[in-house]
């Protein structure tokens, strides 16, 4: 689904995606955290990610030394897709679960300037009766080719990283070569949606951007 959104003249946009175990952060656990920043008018290329993996870290560790990054990012915006209602509230309620209300929010930015690109489209599905756009799908219809990750023969799928990699990358944290060679795919996959996240927002409001890892297929095999 292609929109149009104002432009607000945001310099320096950072954005942030999760991957869980479970969509309900009652049934589920925080795995990992990806943030990015990029530089309106810069080479895709030069966009800065960092991934945070549970490894020998706990949940509220994840979390606190994701926010400190974003916040050391110093963006003008934060960008999410369905970050309001999933990615943010996980956060948060998995911190609630934990009685971690000690750990740093989202820096002020983010916190005034969150722009989720999942919301208008949700509300323009509502309105016409159909299914609400996964990003992917948002991807096609500006015709950005789709990135993939390729695990052990198979494309990972928010379905398939709750069921079978998050699991396993969770119980596998006492082998460090396994972790490695995990977080290794868990990056692949992490780290294509972020930049996925900034190409949709620079098409929503009609500045151009060449993405660098929209299209990359990362293929591993990690046995399980």
Request: charged share 30%; aromatic share 10%; net charge negative.
């Amino acid at each position: 689904m292609q929109i149009t959104l104002d432009d607000a003249g945001h310099e320096r946009v950072a954005t942030l995606d999760i991957e869980t175990t479970h969509y309900d952060a009652a049934a589920g656990e925080l795995v990992s955290i990806g943030v990015g920043v990029h530089d309106r008018g810069a080479s895709a290329s030069t966009t800065e990610y960092r991934t945070f993996h549970r490894g020998r870290f706990d949940e509220a560790e994840v979390v606190e030394r994701a926010m400190a990054q974003l916040d050391d990012f110093g963006a003008d915006a934060l960008v999410s897709y369905n970050g309001t209602q999933f990615d943010l509230q996980f956060i948060e309620d998995r911190l609630d679960i934990l009685g971690r209300d000690d750990v740093r929010t989202l820096p002020e930015y983010a916190q005034t300037n969150h722009i989720d690109l999942f919301v208008p489209r949700k509300r323009i599905a509502d309105y016409q009766n159909v299914e609400w756009p996964a990003l992917e799908d948002c991807l096609d219809a500006y015709e950005y080719p789709r990135p993939e990750t390729v695990w052990n023969g198979d494309p990972v799928t928010n379905t398939r990283f709750g069921e079978e990699l998050g699991p396993l990358f969770l119980d596998s944290r006492d082998d460090a070569a396994r972790t490695d060679a995990l977080s290794a795919v868990i990056d692949h996959y992490l780290i294509t949606d972020l930049e996925a996240n900034i190409a949709l927002y620079y098409a929503d409001i009609g500045h151009p951007f060449e993405p660098a890892r929209l299209g990359d297929v990362g293929e591993f095999e990690v046995a399980e």
